[in-house]
């Protein structure tokens, strides 16, 4: 009878550590991003000719834009709604465009652009790609069109990049005084509209 007392004991601990392990990595899997609750600073919509590419929104904890995307001391996140389906060598060849434009080399761009490949997926109509920026660097997260989307799990992570220089390169392609489309910038960060 002690034995089997013992066996029930045994049991009833390992069932239990499952558990907790089981919930644990539930909850880990399933943690809320925190730029879904922060305010919005500024929206923006990019058009080429008649037709619009994305619908842009700058958003950070308190809903202002200090002025420094590049040191990351803000915490920040850019949430972008394609209008159109993008493939993603097109996403790559216009980053690398913007890049080029802010006078990065070569190089340095095709290195950031393979870790770029490596976390994007081609969009849709509808798709959100998402780059959160903190003091560690970036990390993008994917919100896939419910309309056409097999994986129903609503935002998922694409991963971070592997420094705060690629991070911060990202972010100014929007944010920079020196970007492309100073318009856009302005309305991000909620200094027109």
């Not at 601990?13 to 879904?36: D, V």
């Not at 919509?45 to 308190?62: Q, V």
């Not at 060849?93 to 434009?101: F, G, I, V």
């Not at 970036?138 to 896939?144: M, P």
């Amino acid at each position: 009878m002690k034995s089997l007392t013992t066996a029930f004991i045994t049991i009833s601990l390992a069932l239990t550590t499952f558990l907790f392990s089981a919930i644990a990595s539930a909850s880990a899997g399933n943690t809320t991003p925190q730029w879904l609750t922060w305010q919005s600073v500024g929206y923006a919509k990019l058009t080429w000719g008649p037709w619009d590419i994305y619908h842009s929104e700058l958003r950070t904890p308190s809903g202002s834009y200090s002025g420094n995307a590049a040191s990351g001391e803000q915490n920040m996140a850019l949430v972008i709604r394609y209008q159109r389906d993008i493939d993603k060598d097109d996403l790559l060849e216009a980053t690398d465009d913007q890049w080029k434009h802010l006078g990065f080399s070569v190089s340095q761009r095709q290195q950031w652009l393979s870790e770029l490949a490596v976390l994007w997926p081609d969009v849709k109509k509808g798709d959100r790609l998402i780059f959160e920026l903190n003091a560690q660097g970036g990390t993008f997260y994917f919100d896939a069109n419910a309309k056409h989307a097999t994986n129903k799990q609503g935002v998922i992570q694409l991963g971070q990049l592997s420094s705060p220089k690629v991070s911060s390169a990202f972010i100014n392609i929007w944010l920079s005084p020196q970007t492309a489309y100073p318009k856009l910038r302005q309305q991000l960060i909620g200094q027109s509209s």
